[in-house]
């Protein structure tokens, strides 16, 4: 574990734009999103955790509640640079035991490659449970992330 007392976590929907459009480099499947979709997207989430190395974003994941029976969580990506030193746990740490998570049941998310970061946490696979609708692939039949 790295000396992770000098990186500041923040609850907040305050974060500066530019730098997350930029962090959302480092996820695969985030890389071509705009700065106006990533405003209203922000703005529209319930919780926003982000990681600071002093004013360098360097963390990122976000939430969708009912803040009572379920929730998502979405775009979990620490900076290539800090990663591997146990600051990815740490904020899915902040998201589960979020105050305002507290009551929420069940918790889900989407990985095609970190499911083995995620077990480590104690998340479960389950298959069967588990359905999307893609708005691109469905019109042009096109297997599209973003
Ligand atoms: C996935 C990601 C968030 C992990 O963050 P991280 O800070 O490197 O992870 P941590 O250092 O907190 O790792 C916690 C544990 O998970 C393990 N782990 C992390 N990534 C792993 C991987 N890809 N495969 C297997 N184990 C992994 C670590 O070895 C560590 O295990 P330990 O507790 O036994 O030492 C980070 O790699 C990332 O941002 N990747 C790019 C974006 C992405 O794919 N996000 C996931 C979206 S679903």
């Keep these: 574990m790295a000396k992770n007392h000098k990186y500041i976590f923040k609850d907040s929907k305050k974060i500066d734009l530019d730098q ?20 209203k997207m922000l703005e529209n989430s319930n919780v926003a955790i982000s990681l600071w190395d ?8 976000r939430v969708l509640t ?5 929730a998502t969580v979405w775009d979990v990506i620490i900076h290539p640079d800090y990663q591997g030193q146990g ?6 740490d902040k998201v589960l035991n979020h105050t305002k998570l507290k009551k929420v049941s069940y918790f889900w998310l989407i990985t095609s490659d970190k499911q083995k970061f995620y077990k480590k946490l104690g998340w479960k696979m389950e ?17 599209c992330v973003d």
Excluded at 54 to 61: P, Q, R, T
Excluded at 66 to 70: C, F, G, M, P, Q
Excluded at 133 to 141: E, I, L, V
């Design 87 to 92: 600051l990815g746990k740490l904020i899915m």
């Design 127 to 143: 298959e069967n449970w588990s359905m999307y609708w893609d708005r691109k692939a469905n019109s042009k039949g096109c297997p």
């Design 54 to 61: 002093g004013k360098k974003l360097i963390g990122f994941a």
């Design 20 to 39: 997350l459009v930029q962090h959302y480099q480092y996820g695969w499947w985030s890389q071509n999103r705009k700065k106006a979709d990533v405003k």
């Design 66 to 70: 009912d803040y009572v029976y379920r």
